[in-house]
């Protein structure tokens, strides 16, 4: 486990010390760590799936197939 330096305004430390057992509030954080990020993983493959599903993007995207092998080649250092 790794432990982080956080930063919280006063008065949220102070009510988070007034209701949350200090035995708690790393399980706490935590929870609400894994929900916010959950969250906005979930954001971004919904977005994801919806950029697949664009038909004029995937038209655009297939007239640009062409380029493909074109003889440009990137260059092997």
């Not at 982080?4 to 760590?33: E, G, H, T, Y």
């Amino acid at each position: 486990m790794e432990k982080i330096l956080v930063s919280l305004p006063n008065d949220l430390v102070k009510r988070m010390k007034s209701v949350i057992p200090a035995r708690r509030r790393s399980q706490v954080v935590k929870d609400l760590l894994e929900q916010e990020i959950n969250r906005r993983e979930e954001a971004l493959f919904q977005c994801a799936l919806a950029v697949e599903k664009d038909e004029a993007l995937n038209k655009d995207m297939a007239e640009w197939d062409i380029t493909a092998g074109d003889g440009i080649e990137p260059e092997a250092w």
